[in-house]
């Protein structure tokens, strides 16, 4: 395996939610995209294709993936680097301060950002969030819980939801 290369590159890795590209620039993981996701970076953006196997970094961004997936951790310890205007990295900031089984709405972000009438453009950021899962921008769901929009789709938000759920919300809702 080679050192964290220093130059933009991507890789696909299998995970239960299909194959993920994972893109890397110097040492720093920049992107975690869906099959069909909303916002993706042209495929130029994305640099040369490398195999997970060749790259450390990638490597151990997609095994941290499927162990998080499988329920074996609740956070991750990769470096990363978003890249976006000020109002997206404070949203995205924000989105990494949401514990682990736990959800806001983006009315909550918007008032965290001085006004409620910011919803709009916070869940334009939160759709553009770059690093899906690993900054959790499925944590976030609509006006009463409702879900709303994914760039992965809701199948998938849902299933990371009911992933994270505390295990006493799932026992209540088994009776």
């Known amino acids: 395996m080679k050192e964290f290369e220093m130059y933009n590159r991507h890789a696909i890795a299998a995970t239960q939610l299909g194959d993920l590209t994972l893109v890397a620039s ?3 993981l920049t992107g975690i995209y869906f099959p ?3 916002v993706k970076p042209a495929q130029a953006a994305l640099g040369a294709e490398v195999e997970l196997s060749d790259d450390l970094l990638l490597a151990e961004a997609a095994r941290q993936l499927v162990q998080y997936l499988a329920g074996e951790r609740d956070g991750f310890d990769l470096p990363l680097a978003l890249h976006g205007d000020d109002f997206q990295q404070r949203v995205w900031a924000m989105l990494d301060e949401i514990p682990f089984g736990e959800t806001t709405t983006y009315g ?8 409620k009438a910011l919803a709009q453009r916070v869940g334009q950021a939160v759709g553009h969030n770059p690093l899906s899962i690993v900054v959790p921008c499925h944590r976030v769901v609509g006006k009463d819980g409702k879900l709303t929009g994914y760039a992965g789709g809701l199948k998938r938000k849902q299933f990371l939801l009911d992933l994270e759920e505390p295990a006493v919300l799932k026992a209540e809702r088994l009776f």
């Open 26 to 28: 110097d040492g720093t």
């Open 36 to 38: 069909h996701h909303w």
């Open 108 to 115: 909550e972000l918007a008032e965290r950002l001085g006004d």
